[in-house]
């Protein structure tokens, strides 16, 4: 009787013990996951030196020729810039990607959007007409 309940209890303290190691386990993972999810956040998705490009429309979809594309630093100095092609279409190696691609043209709003993707698909906007004060 007594070996039978020594058993027992050897079972039931082989489980809980089964069940806290899994649970630290889970719990370990999952903070593991969450610590490489918040690194994947704080990096940058384009690197210095790695191609980005895109397409730049109108407000009715149609391409835009010869836009001027720039690579803009914080302090606004140009870093790299490219115009786009008949198509809309541009393409450049970004020097630094802490930096902002900017799109500045006449008629139009002015753009400036962070280094987040590798691609960019942007509409422009046509500025609002200067009423001339009489």
């Known amino acids: 009787m007594k070996n ?3 058993r027992i209890l050897s079972s039931n303290c082989l489980r809980r013990f089964v069940c806290c190691v899994s649970l630290f386990a889970f719990t370990l993972c ?3 996951n969450a610590s490489a999810e918040k690194d994947k956040a704080n990096k940058p ?3 210095r030196g790695e191609m980005v490009m ?3 429309v109108d407000s009715e979809d149609n391409p835009l020729t010869d836009i001027k ?3 803009a630093s914080s302090e606004g100095r140009v870093m790299a810039s490219t115009t786009t092609d008949a198509n809309g279409d ?3 190696k970004v020097y630094d990607p802490k930096d902002s691609l900017k799109i ?3 008629g139009y709003q002015t753009v400036t959007v962070p280094f987040d993707t590798k691609f960019f698909s942007i509409k422009l906007e046509k500025a609002p007409e200067k ?3 009489d």
């Open 131 to 133: 009423k001339e004060e």
């Open 45 to 47: 998705l384009v690197k």
């Open 54 to 56: 895109g397409t730049v």
């Open 4 to 6: 039978e309940k020594v």
């Open 30 to 32: 999952l903070s593991t």
């Open 69 to 71: 594309i720039m690579e």
């Open 104 to 106: 500045k043209t006449k």
């Open 90 to 92: 541009f393409a450049f």
